[in-house]
């Protein structure tokens, strides 16, 4: 997969309150991946520029990209990350090492200078980044989760955590996987508690995932629903990370009830009122079937429980469309209307992490790119 980084860091005095900010984006520079920022205490213009480079390289890793381009309006670093200059400052020698080694995980990667009104979008993070830190440098309330740290290169935060939650230390990392396509999803109807088995595409589609997930590594166990097309695509990426499959019942789909196997024009046909308030109430039942916020429920349950037994590792979950819209709402800390809003394509990856202090975020939603 290729990415376009878009990194800046500055500095309010040069040394002085210091942030950086970085934006991941698809290779059409179009769609954002990931976003960060992050307040770094005191520091110079060209530390914050490289903590923002070191964040994007990371982010990028982390999202399986395996091809880069970088823009910069730093010309030091990205000279310097280039080879054509040679790295002399001492507080800049151990932060060129560290983006160095993690620019060496990626097949090819480029760095290209830019000017400054072209890099707006990570500029104005880390503008952002350094009101944070002025705010913190002067005494001020903070409103803004900021980790105010020593600017030695060898007194770095953990690069998992985003700065702007105030979260510490490693999450729990949880890849969502939606199931390969079937014969109900080939038709759009309502596939929920029914266990039809994935198509010829459907399996070709679990095989790339497991292949893309087993070049990524890192995964120490999968888990997934019980319903056959969930554990047939589940059981495709275990074989090839080497592990085993462990079932949970609550990341199961949804029950739709007397709707299940119509289309979405047969249900509206038949039952008009009903499915009017179930579009516009999560708290609306299906004719014999499960409500939204039943399934938040039971999914938040499996959430905690799977954070709790896999407290700092990567986990994959498998499961089907409306439980990992579940997990990504709880991560978003989104309100219900987020239900409708989201799209998740079959055999779609997505990405949140939880942390055991609380807070949580989304790195990734709806790749396809391995398909």
Known sequence: MEVVIEADGGSRGNPGPAGYGVVVLAADRATVLAEAKQAIGRATNNVAEYRGLIAGLDAAARLGATEVTVFMDSKLVVEQMSGRWKVKHPDLIELHAEARKLAARFDRIGYTWIPRERNERADRLANEAMDAAAETDGGAGNSVAVVAEPTKATAKQPLTAPGWTGARGTPTRLLLLRHGQTALSVERRYS??????????????????????????????????????????????????????????????TDFGDWEGLTFAEV???????????????ATKPPGGESFDEVLERVSTARDRIVARHQDATVLLVSHVTPIKMLLRLALDAGPGIMYRLHLDLASLSIAEFYSDGPSSVHLVNQTSYL
């Open 268 to 282: 509206a046909k038949r039952d008009p009122d009903p499915h009017r308030r179930w579009l516009r109430n999560t």
């Open 192 to 253: 929920g508690r029914g266990n039809p088995e994935l198509t010829e595409l459907g399996r070709r589609q679990a095989t790339a995932a497991a292949r893309y997930l087993a070049q990524r590594g890192g995964i120490t166990a999968v888990i997934s629903s019980p319903l056959q097309r969930a554990y047939d695509t589940a059981a495709a990426a275990a074989k090839a990370l080497g592990l085993d499959v462990t079932v949970d019942d609550d990341l199961i789909e």
